[in-house]
Nanobody, 125 residues
Framework: QLQLVESGGGLVQPGGSLRLSCAAS????????IGWFRQAPGKEREGVSF????????NYVDSVKGRFTISTDNAKNTVYLQMNSLKPEDTALYYC??????????????????WGQGTQVTVSS
């Protein structure tokens, strides 16, 4: 069974950068879409960025377009989320999850499974 582990979160000042990693075990990412989601206190979980490991198709929520970049290293069975120009409103617990490649279009948390434990991103001066 596919298991995902996130890392790379931390505290960063506004305008700074972080790179999150989502490492997979128990299976290959070749047949999945991987999504990054985030959840801030008192808010619903939100889809942020998605990639199909097989054909590298991507999708982003409007609020991060031009600032975040998702990529995959299939040899390392790992998906990365490069986050630049971070804003305080990006503060949240970030999760990765796996779904069918069709789920890139929906970006719905309910279409994804094998959730990791999350990594905290805090953007503050």
């Amino acid at each position: 069974q596919l298991q995902l582990v996130e890392s790379g979160g931390g505290l960063v000042q506004p305008g700074g950068s972080l790179r999150l990693s989502c490492a997979a075990s128990g299976g290959t990412l070749d047949y999945y879409a991987i999504g990054w989601f985030r959840q801030a206190p008192g808010k619903e979980r939100e889809g942020v960025s998605f990639i199909s490991s097989s054909d590298r198709r991507t999708n982003y929520v409007d609020s991060v377009k031009g600032r975040f970049t998702i990529s995959t290293d299939n040899a390392k069975n790992t998906v990365y989320l490069q986050m630049n120009s971070l804003k305080p409103e990006d503060t949240a617990l970030y999760y990765c999850a796996a779904g069918g490649t069709w789920a890139i279009a929906t970006m719905r948390p309910t279409d994804f499974g094998s959730w990791g434990q999350g990594t905290q991103v805090t953007v503050s001066s």
